[in-house]
């Protein structure tokens, strides 16, 4: 009687296996085994012969994993929580320690180093190998960043019951490495403003995921909250308040701690638009600065937009652009490029003198604008990123290694690929996480979002990055992000209006296309209840009653 009820026990804790763990991103090559493994009490991460002095930024995450396999203590998401599988458990083998090694022999730069480098020149990938009968696994990488992803994956292969980390899935054997280089999460931080404490588990929760790539949009038309070297003036009188700004050591801060998390900080000041705070401080280089109504002379409220066709509002900008740029350490600067709005030129009477005085049209003075600026950029290292209407709407001469984020609609892709420029993926019909949140502005009774409906995590994933391409256009595109425009939006709800879901372009980047959703939800489920160990307040998907039960809240179920 006592083998059958055993034998019973045994075939619940196999039917109710985790088919993938909490793996997020599913890594490229995955093999799994049924064997029981439990973690030792002393279990240890060391350093094999080859890899005797590594990086201290990669000693530093090391012990990272270790603690995040100590607390994250997160139980199988199956309806008796993993408590079937205790005797199976409590057999098991033991994996005494995780050993790193170089799979060539070379010098390893530092995990920083390695975050900020352009993005073709990046290595990620990395093999790890949990064999079934316990003593030690090896993670093999030949970078930091592949160390840190495998590290990071390691930490996601555990359940916890009973204060026994484990796994059912042994041997583990995985070969990894991303689809795409860039992949990202915008967050603007002008709109609304976020402490320096948000923006960092933020980096937290994107790292945990493999995302590489902060896309700050730090100021725009509403508030200035970065005090530039030489242009403090700006914020002094830009910011909401002198609470809410990010000093020379914030930003050094913030870069330095996403860096040490393989994420590379790409800031972005907005120009020619967008620039209407720069009024309070600078009306000279500012044309219909809060002109009403609103409306016709920008996409938000308050209009206003640097004066391009002045040589000494082009001078100022660059170097305000130059001083910024030399705060961060990334190769890439984005300098924005969307929503020109030109009845606001028209209809600015020093604009429209300068231009008559050049014998140029608008269209003229903005490619001089842009170029100046890029030039100036290219001087202190920095390849430049635009907006989409940079190569669409405007003939403005870029350089090849211009980054384009493509936003205003998926559909632009093609056009963009066609004038040769690298591509990131950022469209407003799959990747805006504030779609479908209602009208913003007031005195708008039945008003909704312009980019309505709410774009699920579903939606996203389900995207296809080289839809249209050609096999020589694909090459162009460098990956994609999710962004959060904060007209409504702040530290109340940045975790939960931005998690799980910015984690399902994590994968689509990573991974590559073409997913199941009904086979990632119950990974995706598992990576909620992570996040939510690690103090990100991500929300739940589905009831918790479907969570446990993959597949039988499926509309076809």
Same mark, same amino acid.
């Given at each position: 009687m006592a083998k059958l009820f055993s034998f019973v026990l045994s075939a619940l804790w196999l039917a109710q296996l985790p088919s993938s763990?909490?793996?997020?991103?599913?890594?490229?090559?995955?093999?799994?085994?049924?064997?029981?493994?439990?973690?030792?009490?002393?279990?240890?991460?060391?350093?094999?012969?080859?890899?005797?002095?590594?990086?201290?930024?990669?000693?530093?995450?090391?012990?990272?994993?270790?603690?995040?396999?100590?607390?994250?203590?997160?139980?199988?998401?199956?309806?008796?929580?993993?408590?079937?599988?205790?005797?199976? /458990? &409590?057999?098991?083998?033991?994996? +005494? *320690?995780?050993?790193?090694?170089?799979?060539?022999?070379? @010098?390893?730069?530092?995990?920083?180093?390695?975050?900020?480098?352009?993005?073709?020149?990046?290595?990620?990938?990395?093999?790890l190998t949990v064999p079934g009968e316990g003593g030690q696994a090896t993670l093999q990488a030949n970078s930091s960043l592949g160390f840190l992803r495998g590290l990071t994956t390691f930490e996601q292969l555990w359940y916890e019951l009973q204060n026994t980390t484990y796994t059912l899935q042994a041997p583990i054997n995985i070969v990894d490495k991303p689809a795409y280089p860039y992949r990202g999460f915008m967050l603007d931080t002008a709109r609304n403003y976020f402490p320096v404490s948000d923006i960092k588990r933020v980096l937290d929760a994107m790292s945990l995921v493999k995302l590489n790539t902060f896309h700050w949009h730090v100021v725009d038309?509403?508030?200035?909250?970065?005090?530039?070297?030489?242009?403090?003036? /700006? &914020?002094?009188?830009?910011?909401? +308040? *002198?609470?809410?700004?990010?000093?020379?050591?914030?930003? @050094?801060?913030i870069v330095n701690y996403a860096a040490q998390r393989g994420i590379d900080v790409i800031p972005e000041i907005d120009t020619p638009g967008?620039?209407?705070?720069?009024?309070?401080?600078?009306?000279?280089?500012?044309?219909?600065?809060?002109?009403?109504?609103?409306?016709?002379f920008a996409n938000e409220p308050p209009a206003g937009q640097l004066r391009l066709a002045s040589s000494n509002t082009t001078k100022f900008t660059a170097s305000l652009l130059t001083s910024a740029a030399k705060m961060f350490q990334s190769t890439y600067f984005s300098t924005g490029g969307d929503e020109i709005n030109k009845k606001c030129y028209d209809e600015d009477g020093p604009t429209r003198t300068e231009l008559s005085q050049q014998g140029k049209t608008f269209e003229?003075?903005?490619?001089?604008?842009?170029?100046?600026?890029?030039?100036?950029?290219k001087g202190v290292g920095k390849t430049p990123v635009v907006w989409e209407e940079m190569v669409l709407d405007h003939p403005v001469t870029l350089s090849n290694d211009t980054?384009?984020?493509?936003?205003v609609s998926s559909d632009h892709v093609g056009s963009v690929a066609k004038k040769n420029h690298k591509i990131v993926h950022a469209a407003s019909d799959y990747f805006y996480l504030d779609c479908g949140a209602g009208g913003w502005v007031g005195n708008n009774v039945n008003g909704n979002s312009w980019c309505d409906p709410f774009k699920t995590w579903q939606k996203?994933?389900?995207?296809?990055?080289?839809?249209?391409?050609?096999?020589?256009?694909?090459?162009?595109?460098?990956?994609?992000?999710?962004?959060?425009?904060?007209?409504?939006?702040?530290?109340?709800?940045?975790?939960?209006?931005?998690?799980?879901?910015?984690?399902?372009?994590?994968?689509?980047?990573?991974?590559?296309?073409?997913?199941?959703?009904?086979?990632?939800?119950?990974?995706?489920?598992?990576?909620?209840?992570?996040?939510?160990?690690?103090?990100?307040?991500?929300?739940?998907?589905?009831?918790?009653?479907?969570?446990?039960?993959?597949?039988?809240?499926?509309?076809?179920?």
């Open positions: 763990f909490a793996l997020w991103p599913q890594p490229q090559q995955l093999t799994t085994g049924k064997t029981p493994l439990r973690l030792a009490n002393d279990f240890k991460i060391m350093f094999s012969d080859n890899l005797k002095d590594p990086p201290q930024d990669l000693k530093e995450a090391a012990g990272r994993a270790k603690e995040h396999l100590h607390k994250d203590r997160l139980q199988a998401l199956v309806p008796d929580r993993g408590a079937s599988s205790a005797g199976a /458990i &409590s057999g098991a083998k033991h994996l +005494s *320690s995780l050993s790193l090694a170089l799979g060539y022999q070379t @010098k390893l730069k530092s995990i920083a180093e390695e975050a900020v480098a352009p993005l073709e020149s990046r290595v990620e990938g990395y093999t038309s509403q508030s200035f909250p970065l005090i530039v070297p030489g242009f403090e003036e /700006i &914020s002094q009188k830009g910011a909401y +308040s *002198s609470a809410q700004i990010y000093s020379p050591d914030d930003v @050094k801060h967008h620039t209407s705070i720069i009024s309070k401080s600078h009306p000279e280089h500012i044309a219909c600065p809060e002109a009403t109504p609103w409306a016709q003229q003075a903005l490619d001089t604008f842009v170029q100046e600026n890029h030039k100036a950029l980054l384009v984020m493509v936003w996203s994933y389900s995207f296809n990055p080289t839809a249209g391409l050609t096999p020589e256009q694909s090459k162009l595109v460098m990956g994609g992000q999710h962004l959060l425009w904060t007209e409504q939006s702040g530290p109340s709800n940045l975790d939960s209006i931005t998690w799980p879901r910015a984690a399902s372009s994590a994968e689509l980047f990573w991974t590559g296309p073409g997913g199941d959703v009904s086979k990632a939800l119950p990974r995706l489920h598992d990576l909620q209840f992570r996040l939510v160990q690690r103090g990100v307040n991500a929300i739940p998907l589905q009831p918790m009653w479907c969570a446990l039960r993959p597949g039988v809240c499926d509309l076809t179920a």
